[in-house]
């Protein structure tokens, strides 16, 4: 064998460093965008903040905030905390403990159990326990891992930690856990409970009332009862012992607000995080100074034109942004008065033809970006759909098809809920052509359980 190289011609398409940086500077939300520009500030001494143009946009966009507040405030499809109605509801949530959970439960077993093995084996268990509370490991392997031989010892401490508070907790599967939580919170009907927990837990999930009834002769109001008590248990033990995750604050790229005629609608872009950049001045006169030298020349002129290009890459993403935004308000106007059952459909090459950019450079400025609306908060992606056909001349979108089976759904009759025939001949009624497998998949999507489970 003889190495030799063999020099071969191919195209490949390279992006010029300018159209890298804007495809970057495109792609970040707003709140990436503040990250990336306080890097390049950083990086480029010749780029700085403009504080004087900083301060007129964010006071503007303050009146505009302002302006948007109060009229969410006076839209009927919002709901606000008012101070009064859900005082008693934040009173009834669990508080969660600050301590972890396996130190509370080895608190409880250290004043339960003094000998050492009998510590060991509480321990080990303790420690083994998932995020949600359950023991995932039989005794038998907690016996085998430990070399202790003596299984019964291990289903005592078991037995012990089971016994801790919360109630449920090292138990190794659901049934065990409700059964746990029945012993030691509901002694009176604690012999019911046990016998619907351990043969009719399927049952119950899909609302058999009337089979449960008839199999233990208990009437169906006293089957409901206990239901009630057993979907009041906690499936996950260890819930409000566990750390709340750190809230996470969607800050919106596009902010749309009603005029005050109540008819037309303003669209403005959120800049008011996002500072106002300009190369500095004294840098600039540097390059007309006789007395710096060729190198330091250099430096500035590739500096000077890196700050160029950063500013430029910023605006045009504004430009970009603002374009799909108006495009959005012109062709959704009747989701902007009606709410989300008015979507049309829209998908990316309808917006990138009205604005004359391409599809990708479209999908790029409308990812994990928000849009700040009359109806709430959403991503921009909420706007595209594809349509349905409807009759000959018309389409409507598949995400307003979901919007009025959710609206239907959440409407019907909950002793007689409708199917999915039902819910087609509906649309049917309506000019609307969908398939029945169509009906059930949107359904699905929406987490809407079938006919036969959303009986009450």
Do not use: C, G, L
């Given at each position: 064998m003889r190495i030799k190289l063999s020099p071969s011609q191919i195209q490949k398409q390279t992006l010029a460093p300018i159209m890298q940086q804007s495809i970057e500077i495109l792609l970040l939300p707003i709140t990436e965008l503040n990250s990336a520009i306080e890097q390049e500030l950083q990086e480029n001494p010749l780029l700085e903040v403009d504080d004087e143009k900083t301060l007129s946009e964010k006071e503007s966009l303050d009146a505009l905030i302002e302006q948007r507040i109060s009229q969410i405030k006076e839209s009927p499809f919002e709901n606000f905390y008012d101070g009064t109605i859900d005082d008693e509801i934040m009173e009834q949530k669990p508080i969660t403990r600050s301590a972890p959970l396996e130190d509370y439960l080895l608190e409880q077993l250290r004043f339960e159990c003094d000998d050492p093995i009998e510590l060991e084996i509480g321990e080990f268990i303790i420690g083994n326990l998932n995020e949600e509370g359950y023991l995932l490991l039989s005794c038998e392997e907690i016996n085998e891992t430990l070399h202790i031989n003596n299984i019964t010892l291990v289903e005592k401490i078991l037995s012990k930690v089971q016994n801790f508070d919360p109630p449920g907790i090292a138990s190794r599967n659901l049934q065990e856990c409700l059964l746990n939580q029945v012993l030691y919170r509901y002694n009176g009907n604690s012999i019911l409970l046990s016998k619907l927990i351990t043969e009719f837990l399927t049952e119950i999930s899909k609302k058999k009332y009337a089979d449960i009834a008839r199999k233990t002769k208990l009437s169906i109001e006293k089957v409901k009862q206990l239901t009630e008590i057993i979907a009041s248990l906690e499936?996950?033990?260890?819930?409000?012992?566990?750390?709340?995750?750190?809230?996470?604050?969607?800050?919106?790229?596009?902010?749309?607000?009603?005029?005050?005629?109540?008819?037309?609608?303003?669209?403005?872009?959120?800049?008011?995080?996002?500072?106002q950049l300009r190369i500095n001045k004294i840098y600039q006169r540097m390059l007309h100074n006789p007395?710096?030298?060729?190198?330091?020349?250099?430096?500035?002129?590739e500096k000077i034109k890196n700050a160029i290009l950063f500013i430029r890459s910023i605006e045009q993403r504004h430009q970009t942004i603002e374009n799909i935004a108006n495009y959005i308000l012109e062709h959704q106007r009747d989701f902007f008065f009606q709410g989300s059952t008015a979507i049309k459909p829209m998908v990316l090459r309808d917006v990138a033809q009205s604005i004359d950019r391409n599809e990708s450079t479209v999908s790029r400025a409308i990812n994990n970006k928000y849009i700040d609306t009359p109806h709430g908060l959403l991503p921009i992606k909420f706007f595209f759909s594809q349509g349905l056909s409807k009759c000959a001349n018309s389409d409507i979108s598949s995400r307003s098809m979901k919007e009025e089976l959710k609206d239907l759904i959440m409407n019907e009759n909950k002793s007689k809920p409708l199917s999915d025939q039902e819910i087609?001949?509906?649309?049917?009624?309506?000019?609307?052509?969908?398939?029945r497998r169509t009906i059930s998949k949107y359904r699905q999507n929406l987490n809407i359980l079938p006919s036969h489970l959303r009986k009450e």
């Open positions: 499936p996950k033990p260890a819930r409000n012992f566990r750390p709340i995750t750190e809230n996470i604050y969607i800050k919106p790229d596009i902010i749309i607000t009603k005029n005050e005629d109540n008819k037309n609608f303003t669209v403005t872009i959120n800049k008011k995080h996002v500072p007395n710096s030298t060729q190198e330091e020349q250099e430096f500035i002129r087609q001949n509906y649309f049917e009624s309506k000019d609307m052509k969908i398939a």
